[in-house]
């Protein structure tokens, strides 16, 4: 009895104390415990009963037992009832007593052993339930609140719970089978075994009582049927179950979806009222295009989980992403390369199916064809543009976003298809490019590499198995997707070769999981839902899923997406928080370097710093119009006669002064300033305005750099001031102008007052000067050092100065001779100078003795020139007679006059050209060059580069990466 009774109360304990995790208490765990105290601790006869209660207890060693009652009392009350009528009665009736006692003794003696037992149970008034003390200790330490509220909701469990009526009827059809095979005696040892169990208890007697009848029935049953056939029955039964239950969880995410995008676009449209957050694989997305514009050296460090799409060309990677996206958004072509470049998709859930890049705010409305078709050309256009001269693919990455009600949220990557030939038309490094654009995708040790892989060609022609194994041998972050299956199993001969491709036995590489799917009929025009029909038609009538070749779980795209999504999400989490602290040890390190090396610098990018010098080029370019006008004449005017001084001179002063009287030089000097004028003059001051506000502009940028300025813009700058100059052109309008008016300038020789007379001898002395003492450098370089030289300087002759310096001898004494003689030599002049240098052993070409002569005539002709201008100081009054009854006549003096007063008003002229449209039309240029560099990337690479300008840009580019990281970070920490 004491064993019966310490079973019941363990049996008690288990009924009371359930073992179901997650049980929601409505008592405190202070009434739990006296009830185990009770159950598990019963009275002995040993024990001290005499003990009071405790009323704190702390082990169930001394937890208070109910003393049982006295049985002595019993006796005692009936002692007491024992008078004499019963005794009369009793022998009055004691044959009565006998029949009557043994029924009545019977019922007694059970209420009697009853009481005992209720005795020996413990008073359940006082306790409702108790626990053990190391409850109490437990629920010291844990939040038992917070652990029922972290616990999933009923109706939850319940989405996970399988179909127990569904299972329970499997069950009964195994019974079923398993009964038919009970007399196969050895060969069928275990199912009788299950079937025993499965069996009622009380059929067993039933069964054993009729062996042989069961037997016999059932030997007649296993003739009717193999047991290969019951296995078919089986197998079948169970995937048409299987199949059932896919159809009804289709259909209730059809239902959810269409919920889910009701409630998106309730928020959408702000009836919460509440703000919109970025979702997490949006905050995710933009830290990869922050990395994936970050410099190129950087790659080592970005080790942020991927979905890398890589196949042969043709298999059926951009398919299978239009699949996952649910929409036809790539550019399609038979055959013919279509993806060239990276382009990186952004899946989430949004209330309407739209896409849009991320520099563009243009959504595109994946329910319209037309905007299908729109989208299609923008990343094929995209894709070209990025495609440099002479190449095929780019490594330049398109990132895109897709959203939509139910898409699953991941970042795939779709690149270019892997290729063995180049055809024609490719470059001729195509393939190279793609496998090296390809590793370094999948060389990241946290990239998820999906591998597509066509079903319907031979697998040996395959080239991406090789390439994938290379980069993952172990298969941990491999998933292999066979695509037109129904091909495949159209084709192939022997579909085991499907099986053997899903179950990584036919391809060297190894994957964590292996798909099987139909991406549509081979139509360009077929729409993703009648894609989606009939892949699920195909495997629900497929042979290869129904003689269980392919699970249930490996086929369709739909599976695929949670599956990729699942993986992705792993991953993510696994190493995210890793990478931030990678991100943040970068940041360190360069923050450290900047303090250093630049410590009273601000951290500028080099966007940054392209805004800083182009404000800087712009106050220059408009510093040119604080310019005054004096100052502008001036530098025209010098200028100018600089340009065309020598044209001057050579050319019309020269010859006119040649001529015998006054009239023939100033015909002379007319003729030659006329065709000066009407061929040459205009486009020469043009060339000279456009040149001098080249310098002003130039000398204004070297002047505002001396002012503590970066030498950091020195190389932007010098770009922007030539390609504004290459840019700038004069106004065609003002050529013809300006020859009108130095046409009249020059046509004027009324020189009204002394002053002016005195300033045309003072510019004509100067020019004189000027040119006398540059033909005397010359003719010193021909003739060499001079004896003072030689002596003191220790300097020779060399034999061509030797030569030079005795025909020089010669023909100064030609000169003396001959003092008005003409600038050219005769030829017999020519002979004899050169007869009388060979009497002195001097051999000399003729060519020699005419450059020799030219110059010295001009020396000979300017210092006359000089001396004449000298007795024409005193000539004004002269002048204004017109040199009646004169013997001096100053008609030189006249035309430098004209020449000067050209250039004074030819100065005037171009700088209101200058100051009034000029200045302005190159402030416009300069300012549409720095619009167009700022929008070139490369091109501010190019122009603001040093240690300090990279450090900024990397400072400024981890600190974003991390920000976005630890946000991205604490977002996922709370949607856990």
Same mark, same amino acid.
């Given at each position: 009895m004491l064993r019966v009774a310490t079973k019941g109360k363990c049996m008690a304990c288990r009924i009371v104390v359930p073992s179901r995790t997650g049980l929601r208490f409505r008592v405190p765990l202070q009434k739990l415990y006296p009830l185990y105290r009770t159950i598990h601790h019963r009275y002995h006869g040993n024990s001290n009963s005499q003990r009071p209660p405790h009323r704190h207890f702390t082990s169930l060693s001394r937890l208070p037992v109910r003393p049982p009652r006295a049985r002595g009392q019993q006796h005692q009350h009936h002692q007491q009832r024992d008078f004499w009528v019963g005794r009369l009665a009793a022998k009055l009736l004691k044959l009565r007593y006998i029949v009557l006692g043994s029924a009545v003794g019977g019922g007694y003696t059970a209420k009697k052993t009853y009481d005992q037992w209720k005795d020996l149970m413990p008073d359940f008034s006082q306790y409702d339930w108790m626990l053990p003390d190391f409850l109490w200790e437990l629920s010291e330490q844990l &939040?038992?609140?917070?652990?029922?509220k972290a616990l999933p909701e009923m109706e939850e469990l319940a989405k996970l719970l399988p179909d127990f009526e569904k299972i329970g009827e499997n069950f009964t059809f195994l019974k079923s089978l398993l009964t038919s095979g009970l007399s196969l005696g050895s060969e069928v040892k275990g199912a009788s075994g299950l079937h025993l169990l499965l069996e009622p208890s009380g059929d067993a007697p039933l069964k054993a009582t009729d062996s042989s009848t069961a037997a016999s029935q059932d030997d007649k049953q296993y003739k009717k049927s193999s047991d290969k056939e019951k296995v078919d029955q089986l197998q079948e039964e169970l995937l048409r179950t299987q199949l059932k239950y896919q159809r009804m969880l289709e259909r209730l995410e059809k239902e959810n979806k269409e919920l889910r995008k009701v409630v998106l676009q309730k928020d959408d449209k702000g009836i919460h009222q509440r703000k919109v957050k970025k979702s997490l694989i949006d905050m995710y997305s933009e830290v990869l295009d922050i990395l994936s514009d970050y410099d190129a050296n950087y790659n080592t460090q970005d080790h942020l989980p991927r979905v890398v799409v890589v196949g042969d060309q043709s298999a059926g990677k951009t398919s299978v992403l239009e699949m996952i996206a649910q929409a036809r958004i790539f550019p399609r072509g038979s055959g013919e390369m279509m993806t060239r470049s990276p382009v990186k998709v952004t899946l989430s859930e949004g209330p309407h199916h739209v896409a849009l890049f991320k520099d563009s705010g243009r959504e595109f409305d994946l329910t319209k064809e037309e905007d299908l078709a729109a989208l299609r050309h923008e990343i094929e256009l995209r894709m070209r543009k990025s495609v440099r001269e002479g190449q095929t693919v780019s490594s330049e990455t398109i990132s895109l976003s897709v959203k939509g009600p139910g898409i699953q949220r991941m970042v795939l990557v779709d690149l270019p298809g892997v290729i063995s030939t180049v055809t024609a038309g490719m470059a001729s490094d195509t393939k190279e490019t793609i496998f090296s654009i390809s590793k370094a995708y999948m060389q990241n040790p946290n990239a998820i590499i999906l591998c597509i892989q066509d079903? /319907?060609? &031979?697998?040996e022609r395959s080239i991406v198995t090789d390439l994938v194994s290379q #980069? &993952?041998?172990?298969?941990? *972050?491999?998933?292999?997707?066979?695509?037109?299956?129904?091909?495949?199993?159209?084709?192939?001969? /022997?579909? /085991? *070769?499907?099986?053997q491709i899903v179950e990584g036995k036919l391809f060297p590489m190894k994957a964590l999981g292996y798909f099987a799917v139909v991406t549509g009929k081979g139509s360009p025009g077929e729409s993703i839902d009648s894609i989606k029909d009939y892949e699920e038609d195909f495997f629900q009538n497929s042979r290869l899923l129904r003689d269980g070749m392919l699970k249930a779980h490996q086929v369709t795209t739909k599976n695929l997406s949670l599956a990729v999504s &699942?993986?992705?999400?792993? #991953?993510? *989490?696994e190493s995210v928080e890793q990478q931030a602290d990678v991100f943040k040890a970068s940041r360190f390190n360069l923050e450290t370097e900047w303090k250093n090396n630049y410590p009273r610098l601000r951290e500028l990018d080099r966007n940054e710093l392209y805004e800083k010098a182009k404000n800087e080029i712009l106050d220059e370019v408009i510093s040119l119009s604080q310019v005054t006008p004096q100052h502008w004449e001036a530098i025209l005017q010098k200028k100018l006669w600089e340009r065309v001084s020598t044209h001057v001179i050579e050319n019309i002063y020269l010859p006119a002064a040649q001529t015998s009287d006054s009239g023939t030089f100033n015909t002379t000097v007319d003729i030659k300033l006329k065709q000066w004028t009407d061929k040459q003059l205009p486009h020469k001051a043009l060339e000279v305005a456009w040149e001098t506000l080249q310098e002003e502009f130039a000398g204004f940028i070297a002047e505002y750099k001396g002012k503590d300025q970066d030498d950091i813009f020195d190389k932007l700058k010098e770009a922007v001031k030539d390609e504004s100059i290459k840019r700038h052109k004069w106004n065609e309008g003002a050529k013809d102008s300006l020859r009108v008016i130095q046409h009249n300038a020059l046509e004027d020789r009324s020189i009204t007052d002394k002053p002016q007379w005195d300033a045309a001898i003072q510019f004509m002395e100067e020019t004189l000067q000027s040119r006398l003492k540059d033909t005397e450098t010359v003719i010193a370089d021909m003739v060499g050092p001079d004896w003072k030289q030689r002596w003191m300087y220790w300097k020779n002759r060399t034999p061509d100065q030797h030569i030079r310096n005795e025909t020089k001898t010669e023909l100064e004494r030609l000169l003396k001779l001959h003092d008005e003689h003409t600038a050219y030599l005769a030829n017999d002049e020519v002979t004899t100078v050169r007869k009388n240098l060979e009497g002195r052993s001097v051999e000399v070409d003729p060519m020699l003795i005419k450059d020799t002569w030219h110059?010295?005539?001009r020396r000979h002709f300017l210092q006359k020139a000089l001396s004449h201008c000298s007795l024409c100081k005193r000539g004004f009054y002269y002048y204004q007679r017109h040199f009646v009854d004169s013997e001096l006549e100053c008609n030189d003096v006249v035309l430098f006059w004209r020449i000067q007063r050209m250039l004074l008003i030819t100065a005037n002229t171009l700088r209101q050209q200058l100051t009034n449209t000029e200045v302005r039309r190159l402030e416009k240029n300069v300012k549409e060059v720095l619009d167009d560099f700022g929008e070139d990337t490369e091109q501010k690479c190019h122009l603001i580069t040093g240690r300090r300008v990279q450090l900024a840009e990397d400072l400024k580019k981890v600190r974003e990466i991390q920000e976005k990281l630890e946000a991205f970070i604490e977002a996922l920490h709370k949607e856990k």
């Open positions: &939040d038992l609140e917070k652990v029922v079903g /319907s060609v &031979d697998a #980069m &993952d041998p172990h298969g941990k *972050r491999t998933i292999f997707v066979l695509t037109k299956v129904d091909l495949a199993e159209k084709n192939l001969a /022997s579909p /085991s *070769r499907i099986q &699942d993986c992705f999400w792993k #991953m993510v *989490r110059q010295l005539y």
